[in-house]
């Protein structure tokens, strides 16, 4: 039998798009060319079930803020960014949001990260790569989605 299809890999590709100027579909070698942040380890628990699942190792990756600029959020001259919001997907559909206020103007942004390796390992498809993982909030899998695939700006009304 003729395996090939089988054994063909799929790079994960992360799109971000809605309203923002520059639509960017990028690679894991394209996150690699952004700046990079890493956090700390930390435990991964359920919001639902309170379950532990498992300790995680020091993430490295691209804050989300630094992905969404080149992609051109905010708009000279209109107050747009003040009501937006960005819905990230992962691959199965599983979607969380953040606001503009909490990634451009909290400390929240500088560990919200699009993670591309743990503890300076790639991470693959099976790791969930890429992890969209929000490292400050308090309770972390609901917002570490793993193998992210869209990011979509939406200006709330
Ligand atoms: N893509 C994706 N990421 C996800 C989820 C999901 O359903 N899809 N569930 C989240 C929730 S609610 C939990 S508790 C953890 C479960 O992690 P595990 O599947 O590695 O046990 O993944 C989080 N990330
Ligand atoms: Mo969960």
Known sequence: MDDTLATVSIEPVLAIGGQVEWPLRLDAAALRGFESASLEPFDLRCFTTGRFIRRIGEYRGVPLRVLLDAAGVRRPGNTDF???VFLAHGHDGYAVTFSWHELFNTPIGAR??????????????????????????????????????????IVLR
């Open 82 to 84: 003040k009501r937006t």
């Open 112 to 153: 919200t990260l699009v993670a591309y390796a743990c503890d300076d390992r790639p991470l693959d498809i099976d790791d969930g790569l890429p992890v969209l993982v929000a490292g400050a909030d308090t309770v972390r899998a609901p917002r570490h989605v793993k193998r992210l695939a869209r990011i979509d700006a």
